[in-house]
Structures are given as structure tokens and as C-alpha cells.
């Protein structure tokens, strides 16, 4: 029986491994979040990893709020940097294999081809360096597979899809911004590929080790296209309206372009990475009928 620890299960991704875990009956699960374990306390998280052995330790938890933290940078930084090197110090002492999760906000989006692994990190944001103090603290330990990821969405939590469903809803015109562009990714496939990578991993026994891939759904769009799709696919008569971002400002700057080359992932874990179109109606599917 393969024993994981899945941190911020209560977000998102948590909530997508929390669902897919049943189609994984060789695997033991501890799912928790603020209320179950205090990552930001190096106690709480030693008393934790005592009483509960396990071998792998996904951190899905994170501080997302990228415009709040440009006002509020601490709360970011402790979720983001200081609860991380918490978790790889503890998980490089006892081998355990970390999976940390992070996001295209650590490169500064000017590139105009898919960022690999080893490009160059250059965060404009005070998320993006929370995000890259904490990948920073993982490489140190030496231990820790690092998995950047973007633009995510999934039937639980809040997120572009179910903001622009609600809006689309609510008004009969809408403005999306058409000049940054990306590669949306359904949580649950990231969920799925990673506890194949866990599988895969542990069937070849493999040691804990530090790495870093991307991972994202195939294809790219920019948010007036996600936003499009999301609008034509709900059989919403909402009409969207492409605009620069210069006439949509944010408190924090978003990557102009954050699309992932995801060729070391695919090269390590050969499975059929879900084109984004795919990935939202099954979303739209799912929400439908929850």
C-alpha cells in the first residue's frame, strides 16, 4: 500500500485528488488542510509525519490571491515559501518523496515559444517570487519533484470557468482580455497525471529525488478564447468582447505568455496529455450535473 500525504485538500487540485482516489484502491490517503495540520508550523507538521508514515507528500496547499498579495505579501510568503521548506526539510530527513505544486507566475511571460524546465525565472509578482522562494527551498533539500502548472480550473473552488458561467448568466456583454496567452489546465489531469507519476514511480522503485517538469492541459488560447469557449459551450447567448490588457487593469501584472513545453514530462511519463476544449467540457459536463 502506497501512503500519501495530500496537503490544501480542501482547494482545487486537493479536491480533485480527493475525487480521483478511488480509482487508485492501492494507495492510502491523508488528506488535510488548515484545519487537520498547520504547515506553517514546524511542530505540527514533525507531530504529523510521526504518527502518520508516509512515503509520498503532495503540497497542494498555496496562497493564490495574486493581486491581494501585492498589499499583503507575508501571509503569501509564509503559505507559499516559508510552509514549503517546512515540508521538503522534514520530507529530505525521513525520505519521503515531496510533490510540490507550482506556476507559470515564476518566469516573467515575455518569451514567445513553451517555457522549458531550465528557462530562465524572472517572477514580476510578489506571488511569483512567493512561488519561486518556494521552489527554491524545495532544490536545496535536494529533494522534491517540482510540478509548474497554469491557468487552473475544475468543477470545486473559484476559478475562470465558473466566474465566467455565473457572469454570462448575469450580463449580456462581456470583455476579455485577448493579449496573454496560456494553456489551461483541468485540475482533475493534473490530479490523474501525478498520482500515475506516483504509480509509475514507486512500481520502479524509485528514490526520493529533486526534479522539475511541467504540466498543462495541450493547446493554448488566449482569456478571451477560454472565455469564448466557456460562454458557446454553456449554450449561453452572452456576447464576449476581446480587449487589451492596458484597458483591464490588475494590482498584480500577469504573464503576457506562460504556454508550457511539457516534452520532458511526456518523454518521462508517456501518457496522452487531454487537449484544454476536451478537459472544459468535461468540466462544463460535470457542472451541469452536480
Not at 526539510?89 to 519521503?96: G, M, P
Amino acid at each position: 500500500m502506497i501512503s500519501i500525504l495530500v496537503t490544501g485538500a480542501k482547494g482545487q487540485l486537493g479536491s480533485e485528488f480527493k475525487k480521483k482516489s478511488a480509482d487508485f484502491p492501492g494507495m492510502l490517503f491523508h488528506f488535510t488542510d488548515i484545519e487537520e495540520l498547520d504547515i506553517t508550523d514546524t511542530g505540527a507538521v514533525n507531530d504529523f509525519l510521526d504518527k502518520n508514515q508516509v512515503q509520498y507528500l503532495v503540497n497542494c496547499a498555496a496562497y493564490t490571491a495574486v493581486d491581494k498579495a501585492e498589499d499583503e505579501p507575508d501571509p503569501a510568503m509564509q503559505l507559499n515559501a516559508v510552509a514549503v521548506k517546512i515540508l521538503a526539510v522534514e520530507s529530505a530527513r525521513r525520505d519521503i518523496q515531496l510533490i510540490h505544486i507550482s506556476t507559470d507566475y515564476v518566469f516573467d511571460g515575455e518569451k514567445n515559444h513553451p517555457y522549458l524546465e531550465d528557462d530562465q525565472v524572472n517572477p514580476r509578482t510578489v506571488y511569483g517570487h512567493s512561488k519561486l522562494a518556494g521552489e527554491k527551498a524545495v532544490h536545496q533539500t535536494g529533494n522534491g519533484i517540482i510540478i509548474r502548472t497554469s491557468w487552473l480550473f475544475s468543477v470545486f473552488g473559484h476559478n475562470f470557468v465558473k466566474t465566467i458561467l455565473r457572469l454570462s448568466q448575469e450580463k449580456d456583454r462581456l470583455n476579455v482580455v485577448f493579449d496573454q496567452t496560456g494553456s489551461p489546465t483541468n485540475a482533475k489531469d493534473l490530479a490523474a497525471a501525478i498520482l500515475e507519476m506516483i504509480r509509475r514511480d514507486h512500481g520502479e522503485g524509485k528514490k526520493p529525488r529533486y526534479d522539475v517538469y511541467h504540466y498543462s492541459n495541450s493547446g493554448m488560447c488566449s482569456w478571451y478564447e477560454f472565455a469564448e469557449s466557456i460562454v458557446k459551450l454553456s449554450g449561453s447567448g452572452c456576447t464576449v468582447e476581446p480587449v487589451e490588457s492596458v484597458d483591464f487593469p490588475t494590482r498584480a501584472a500577469r504573464p503576457r505568455y506562460s504556454v508550457f513545453d511539457k516534452g520532458k514530462w511526456q518523454g518521462d511519463y508517456p501518457v496522452s496529455i487531454p487537449h484544454w476544449k476536451d478537459s472544459l467540457k468535461d468540466c462544463l459536463k460535470e457542472l451541469t450535473n452536480k
